[in-house]
């Protein structure tokens, strides 16, 4: 079965950086896309960004264009978020994902990982 493992969540100071990690298994993933979502409390789970094994597709959410990256390692499964000059606003439960194709919208992403937590102090 589709297994995604998010990492790396914790506590940080306004301005650090952090990198979380999704570790994938269960599927072929080369067909696939993966995504970073990212959830306040009362709030709906925001999409954050996406990219596909094949590297012909990487997107980001306005709101961290320009501070987080994402990358993939394919002979790993494994994505990764690197989050730099990080504000209070980027505190979340942040959720990596899979979807068939790629896509912005969190309705078409069919399996999602726990979880982890980002806490940025001010």
């Known amino acids: 079965q589709v297994q995604l493992v998010e990492s790396g969540g914790r506590l940080v100071q306004a301005g650090g950086s952090l990198r979380l990690s999704c570790a994938a298994s269960?599927?072929?993933?080369?067909?696939?896309?993966m995504g970073w979502f990212r959830q306040v409390p009362g709030k709906e789970r925001e999409f954050v960004g996406g990219i596909t094994w094949s590297g012909t597709w990487l997107y980001y959410a306005d709101s961290v264009k320009g501070r987080f990256t994402i990358s993939s390692d394919n002979a790993e499964n494994t994505v990764y978020l690197q989050m730099n000059s990080l504000k209070p606003e980027d505190t979340a439960v942040y959720y990596c994902?899979?979807?068939?194709?790629?896509?912005?919208?969190?309705?078409?992403?069919?399996?999602w990982g726990q979880g982890t937590r980002v806490t940025v102090s001010s």
């Open positions: 994902a899979t979807v068939p194709r790629a896509s912005t919208y969190r309705e078409m992403y069919d399996y």
């Open positions: 269960g599927r072929t993933f080369s067909n696939y896309a």
